[in-house]
């Protein structure tokens, strides 16, 4: 999965980051009979192919979780319109993106609410292969090819950490093909962006080795990789969705903590569950144990349980992409503010 390209009809990457929108069908299955009249029913769009990102709801389905919470969930791939879009016009009634997009999509009259944060630490690397010696902090990147799926939140980013290292910030850039590696390989492009948790594992078990730099340690505010689920605020308004929606993140959540404490077994249940996504197991389970082993997930800060947004962290970062431009209004001009991370988000509805 690469960097989600957050601001355009996006991906749909971590991202902000964002991905691109074309992906592998996934399997729906349903967690509980949807004739029981006293079960709700919860339809999840995916933002891309079927990754790590995604284990808990697949666990949640397998091990029973949804049916213990008397909800039906049914995973759906994206669309290529993206999760914000589907989730807008009511294809779905949740979907996987970051805070950042929501902000990006209501800043042009959508009416999203960003309502679990998957991702408690930056999970997203800008990376050079490592063979390219030249290249050694960002400041190195200033003129270089930057392989991206156009995304100004993405540009922003990156400018920024080249002015921090003491370059000019100017790149230039490449549309990305389906793999960042081999378009960096192909020397297309010199940089891009990555997930440590997938692309950074893949790198450690299959190469390329890869050189790379986050974001928060050069300059960027905040964290830019909330990436999580979000409905649409009109949906919520009906208290039969709101008490769904409340089943569904706590029967997920129980699936990621699952994860968490059973990285193999989780994983091994990923690969199962999602075969139309012919995942590589020692990729998942690497990629699992990487997430268990450093907390991404998770957090230290009392102020802040996994699954909820870290607000000081949110609106640092939001006011940085305001200022940098990122975000337009309907017809294409600034706002009048900054997007606001607490009118965005909330998080009254993770226990």
Same mark, same amino acid.
């Given at each position: 999965?690469?960097?989600?390209?957050?601001?355009?009809?996006?991906?749909a990457a971590?991202?902000?980051?964002?991905?691109?929108?074309?992906?592998?069908?996934?399997?729906s299955?349903?967690?509980?009979?949807?004739?029981?009249?006293?079960?709700?029913?919860?339809?999840?769009?995916?933002?891309?192919?079927?990754?790590t990102?995604?284990?808990?709801?697949?666990?949640a389905?397998?091990?029973?979780?949804?049916?213990?919470?008397?909800v039906?969930?049914?995973?759906?791939?994206?669309?290529?319109?993206?999760?914000?879009?589907?989730?807008?016009?009511?294809?779905?009634?949740?979907?996987?993106t970051?805070l950042?997009?929501?902000?990006?999509?209501?800043?042009?009259?959508?009416?999203l609410?960003?309502?679990?944060?998957?991702?408690?630490?930056?999970?997203?690397?800008?990376?050079a292969?490592?063979?390219r010696?030249?290249?050694?902090?960002?400041?190195?990147?200033?003129?270089?090819?930057?392989?991206?799926?156009?995304?100004?939140?993405?540009?922003?980013?990156?400018?920024?950490m080249?002015?921090?290292?003491?370059?000019?910030g100017?790149?230039?850039t490449?549309?990305?093909?389906?793999?960042t590696?081999?378009?960096?390989?192909? #020397?297309?492009? /010199?940089?891009? !962006? &990555?997930y440590v948790?997938?692309?950074?594992v893949?790198?450690?078990? *299959?190469?390329? %080795?890869?050189n790379?730099?986050?974001?928060?340690?050069w300059?960027?505010? #905040?964290?830019p /990789?909330?990436? !999580? &689920?979000?409905?649409?605020?009109?949906?919520?308004?009906?208290?039969? *969705?709101?008490? %769904?929606l409340?089943?569904?993140?706590?029967a997920?959540?129980k699936?990621?903590?699952?994860a968490?404490?059973?990285?193999?077994?989780?994983?091994d249940?990923?690969?199962?569950?999602?075969k139309?996504?012919?995942?590589?197991?020692?990729l998942?389970?690497?990629?699992?144990?990487?997430?268990?082993?450093?907390?991404?997930?998770?957090?230290?800060?009392?102020?802040?349980?996994?699954?909820?947004?870290?607000?000081?962290?949110?609106?640092?970062?939001?006011?940085?992409q305001?200022?940098?431009?990122?975000y337009?209004?309907?017809?294409?001009k600034?706002?009048?503010?900054?997007?606001?991370?607490?009118?965005?988000?909330?998080?009254?509805?993770v226990?």
């Amino acid at each position: 999965m690469n960097i989600k390209k957050g601001l355009t009809t996006f991906a749909a990457a971590a991202g902000a980051l964002a991905l691109s929108l074309t992906m592998a069908a996934c399997g729906s299955t349903n967690s509980s009979d949807s004739s029981n009249s006293s079960t709700s029913t919860v339809s999840f769009m995916l933002d891309w192919t079927p990754n790590t990102n995604h284990i808990g709801l697949y666990v949640a389905q397998k091990l029973g979780y949804y049916k213990d919470a008397g909800v039906n969930v049914k995973i759906l791939p994206t669309a290529q319109a993206g999760a914000e879009t589907s989730v807008e016009n009511g294809v779905a009634n949740v979907g996987f993106t970051t805070l950042s997009n929501v902000a990006a999509f209501n800043s042009q009259g959508a009416k999203l609410k960003f309502v679990f944060d998957l991702t408690q630490k930056p999970v997203a690397r800008w990376c050079a292969l490592a063979s390219r010696t030249d290249i050694k902090t960002p400041k190195d990147l200033s003129g270089k090819t930057f392989v991206s799926f156009g995304s100004a939140e993405q540009t922003a980013v990156v400018q920024q950490m080249i002015k921090y290292a003491g370059g000019t910030g100017e790149i230039k850039t490449a549309t990305a093909g389906t793999n960042t590696f081999e378009t960096l390989t192909s #020397g297309k492009g /010199d940089f891009g !962006g &990555f997930y440590v948790t997938w692309e950074g594992v893949e790198s450690e078990l *299959n190469g390329p %080795a890869l050189n790379c730099f986050v974001a928060s340690d050069w300059g960027v505010p #905040g964290n830019p /990789d909330q990436l !999580g &689920f979000a409905v649409n605020d009109s949906w919520l308004k009906d208290s039969k *969705n709101a008490d %769904a929606l409340k089943k569904f993140i706590s029967a997920t959540k129980k699936g990621y903590d699952y994860a968490l404490a059973n990285p193999d077994k989780a994983a091994d249940i990923l690969v199962a569950q999602a075969k139309e996504a012919q995942l590589d197991s020692k990729l998942t389970r690497t990629s699992m144990e990487e997430i268990a082993k450093n907390g991404y997930w998770t957090t230290d800060d009392a102020k802040n349980l996994p699954g909820t947004v870290n607000f000081d962290d949110a609106q640092p970062y939001l006011d940085f992409q305001y200022k940098a431009g990122t975000y337009k209004d309907k017809d294409g001009k600034n706002p009048a503010e900054a997007p606001q991370a607490k009118e965005l988000a909330t998080n009254d509805y993770v226990a």
